[in-house]
């Protein structure tokens, strides 16, 4: 049955109907791998997949896979095009038995953790019940959008818009709206902190147009990123707040109501979800996103982090807010100046088919002439379409990137 549903869900319309009900841990060894495709195509193509098409794309998706495995992949969609097709309707049946079948089973593998001296995870537990009480919503809850045109442009010019503060990042990425979801990835040290810190908290940031922004960190202490915002929207170094406390205290007083700052080295998706339905952000920034825990049985990191990712992406449309998650670039990153979603580490599609936008940060190794020049790489755009470098400049010690 597997193998009917892998080849049903090359075709749009039964995977728009379905693919939240769909987990990879469904389909094994090389289905997982056509799902990983079809996933991703999806996102890509807008219409049905041929069986072809999803060869060619595990293909170059997948450039040190074995011979072996290449035919393995090819051994199984051959068998797929000549499967004979089944009703939808049974198909949709059928998998909604797999799906609830796969949330007791993760319920099941809680519980044993529960039994083994981890009792944080009935939290989980909670969750993955309601999850599955609210899996399936009745077509008669779900309102169609207008067709009115005046309703609609309406509706788009009312929308809040939380405008970048980097004027040449702004010409061509005015900002984030509630529901998007942006990822921003850089290698170490180079300024991934920096740069949402500078979003977040310098002038004309995110806080000064009154958004109301809460940071989880699984990296660098709160308390030392708080630091840095205090340091970015004042203009003052850290050695300059410790000799003026009280004027940097009163100044940082204008924006500290509209900043939140959070240590939770064992935050989950679960936890997450919670946490914006009982603190309703504008936005949330998770420091780094990759770290955040998440329920379930994954065979690769890469299936991991989809599923982190996937899910970080509902709770940004759930909960009405602009999420950013931050990521390591891989090594293909280092002194590069242009650095595109594929140099994600661990990654190359999985986490960036689910942003609306991504911002690569790269540093040439080169230092010739300014070592504060940062680049801006925006290699997945759904929200004004343009992809592109940018050029700007790091203050490291106030965390302000510049023009």
Wanted: contains cysteine; proline residues 3%.
């Amino acid at each position: 049955m597997e193998q009917q549903l892998i080849k049903l869900l090359m075709h749009r319309e039964f995977f728009n109907a379905n693919k939240h009900r769909v987990m990879r841990s469904m389909f094994p060894n090389e289905l997982g791998d056509l799902y990983d495709v079809i996933m991703d195509s999806h996102t890509s193509y807008e219409r049905d997949l041929s069986s072809q098409e999803v060869r060619e794309i595990y293909r170059v998706s997948n450039p040190t896979a074995t011979r072996a495995k290449r035919d393995a992949v090819a051994e199984v969609l051959s068998d797929i095009e000549h499967l004979p097709n089944i009703g939808t309707d049974v198909a949709t049946d059928v998998l909604n038995k797999m799906w609830q079948q796969e949330i007791g089973r993760n319920i099941a593998d809680l519980g044993l953790a529960i039994m083994e001296g981890s009792p944080e995870k009935l939290h989980d537990i909670k969750s993955l019940i309601e999850k599955s009480e609210k899996g399936f919503v009745p077509e008669d809850e779900l309102t169609p959008v207008t067709t009115d045109v005046n309703t609609l442009l309406e509706h788009v010019d009312n929308e809040d818009c939380w405008e970048f503060n980097i004027p040449s990042l702004s010409k061509s990425v005015r900002g984030g709206k509630a529901g998007e979801f942006m990822i921003a990835f850089a290698r170490p040290e180079i300024g991934k902190t920096a740069f949402y810190v500078s979003l977040v908290a310098s002038p004309n940031g995110f806080c000064s147009q009154g958004a109301d922004v809460h940071i989880i960190t699984n990296e660098e202490p709160a308390r030392r990123t708080m630091l840095r915002a205090v340091s970015a929207y004042t203009g003052f170094t850290e050695k300059d707040i410790y000799n003026n406390r009280s004027q940097a205290s009163e100044k940082f007083t204008e924006i500290s109501a509209n900043i939140t700052m959070i240590d939770n080295v064992d935050a989950s998706i679960e936890w997450l979800d919670k946490y914006c339905q009982e603190n309703t952000p504008d936005i949330l920034v998770v420091d780094q996103l990759d770290k955040i825990n998440v329920t379930g049985t994954f065979a690769r990191t890469d299936e991991k982090l989809r599923s982190i990712y996937t899910k970080y992406r509902e709770i940004c449309k759930r909960h009405n807010l602009f999420g950013i998650g931050i990521s390591q670039a891989s090594a293909d990153a280092e002194g590069k100046t242009n650095v595109t979603y594929a140099m994600m580490e661990n990654s190359k599609t999985g986490k960036a088919a689910e942003a609306d936008l991504i911002i690569g940060i790269g540093k040439s190794d080169v230092t010739d002439n300014d070592d504060k020049r940062r680049y801006l790489t925006v290699s997945k755009n759904k929200l004004t379409g343009f992809h592109g470098r940018v050029v700007c400049n790091l203050d490291t010690e106030m965390s302000r990137y510049t023009a």
